[in-house]
């Protein structure tokens, strides 16, 4: 994946035309550029591209159209499809004008540390398998997709901040619901965020992840806690919010304003 930083001007439409460019000659060299995405507010352009190495890339985009990327970065196909879920290849010449935006999830179950010591090894993962049907089931029904299990926890991304923030919902939701029928009662945290697949310290998943996983930890057990993005991102779809004011979190220099999801049907 490469990173591009343009100067004023540049339109999505000029990058559309440059991608095309691209899948002309991009056979001569045994490579595929598979998408891209362009962020109009932030200059800021990512392509994704299937390539023997980082030096034919560069050489495609050279040759192509002379636009090269100020950074490659080479990442797990399997991790980047775990995290943007399915990659949509654009028709030649299509603009794209995102950013390739996605929302990150974290689940926490409250107590999970003592349940062994409290019930045993065979009833602590009734437990926590019952929880993970649950989140895994609201986090596909939402339409998205299991980064990794965290232990007591589940990681998730999202192609819509909206899917992200009503499967949180549901999660709460489901396991209020069956709480009754659950092996033991069972509450977790929930934090969110959004941000773009790459960061600047060429981690694919990076400060949007640590964020997320600060705000899941920040959250009392019961309770959905997002970022603003999430709740700006959000607006008009039918989701209740209330401001929590800033918080501290471990690893970030300034307080995050957080919100509170009002997840319950009659909030």
């Known amino acids: 994946m490469d990173r591009h930083e343009f100067v004023p001007g540049v339109t999505a439409e000029d990058l559309a035309e440059a991608h095309k460019a691209d899948l002309a000659i991009q056979e001569k060299y045994g490579v595929k550029y598979v998408t891209y995405w362009f962020d109009a507010e932030s200059l800021t352009g990512f392509c994704l591209v299937d390539s023997p190495s980082k030096e034919l890339a560069e050489t495609v985009h050279r040759e192509s159209h002379g636009i090269v990327a100020s950074r490659i970065i080479e990442v797990d196909p399997q991790r980047v499809t775990n995290f943007l879920g399915k990659i949509d290849e654009p028709e030649p010449g299509e603009p794209i004008a995102n950013s390739g935006l996605r929302a990150i999830l974290f689940t926490d179950m409250e107590g999970s540390t003592n349940?062994?010591?409290?019930?045993?090894?065979?009833?602590a993962m009734e437990i926590l398998r019952a929880h993970d049907s649950v989140v895994r089931s609201a986090v596909k029904d939402a339409g998205g997709h299991e980064v990794k299990h965290t232990g007591d926890g589940i990681m998730a991304c999202f192609p819509s901040v909206v899917g992200a923030a009503r499967c949180a919902a549901d999660i709460q939701q489901r396991l209020e619901s069956e709480s009754s029928d659950l092996p033991y009662p069972t509450r977790v945290r929930v934090g969110m965020t959004a941000g773009e697949p790459v960061t600047e310290n060429e981690d694919l998943f990076g400060a949007t992840v640590q964020l997320a996983a600060r705000i899941c930890a920040a959250s009392e057990p019961g309770e959905v806690l997002a970022s603003n993005v999430v709740r700006e991102?959000?607006?008009?779809?039918?989701l209740s919010w209330k401001d929590v004011g800033p918080m501290e979190l471990k690893g970030f220099d300034e307080p995050v304003n957080l919100y509170e999801l009002l997840w319950r049907k009659d909030a």
Do not use: V
Not at 115 to 123: A, H, M, N, S, W
Not at 233 to 238: E, F, M
């Open 115 to 123: 349940l062994t010591q409290q019930l045993g090894d065979e009833k």
């Open 233 to 238: 991102l959000s607006l008009g779809k039918g």
